[in-house]
């Protein structure tokens, strides 16, 4: 479940997401809102997600922190066009 908040995700925890996937947050509030969570429902998932460059990726890793999701790795990926005959 995407929320953009703590609070928004401790709902989607209570009610049974197993990912809870914290977007666009700054990292003190990210790192503040996984902590809360983790201790309420450890075994859910946390995903940091939103703005994070490799650049700032040091910064949205923690202890609370399972998964993070880096956009920029695609965004600008160049296409390929090929076709498949069999």
Not at 6 to 22: F, K, P, S
Not at 24 to 47: G, S
Not at 69 to 78: D, K, V
């Amino acid at each position: 479940v995407e929320c953009s908040s703590a609070d928004e995700a401790l709902a989607a925890a209570e009610a049974g997401a197993d990912i809870v996937l914290l977007d666009n947050l700054a990292p003190q509030e990210l790192h503040a809102a996984a902590a809360q969570v983790k201790a309420a429902h450890p075994r859910v998932t946390v995903e940091a997600s939103g703005g994070i460059v490799l650049e700032t990726l040091p910064q949205f890793l923690g202890p609370h922190i399972d998964v993070v999701s880096m956009g920029c790795l695609t965004h600008s990926a160049p296409a390929l066009d090929f076709a498949l005959r069999v």
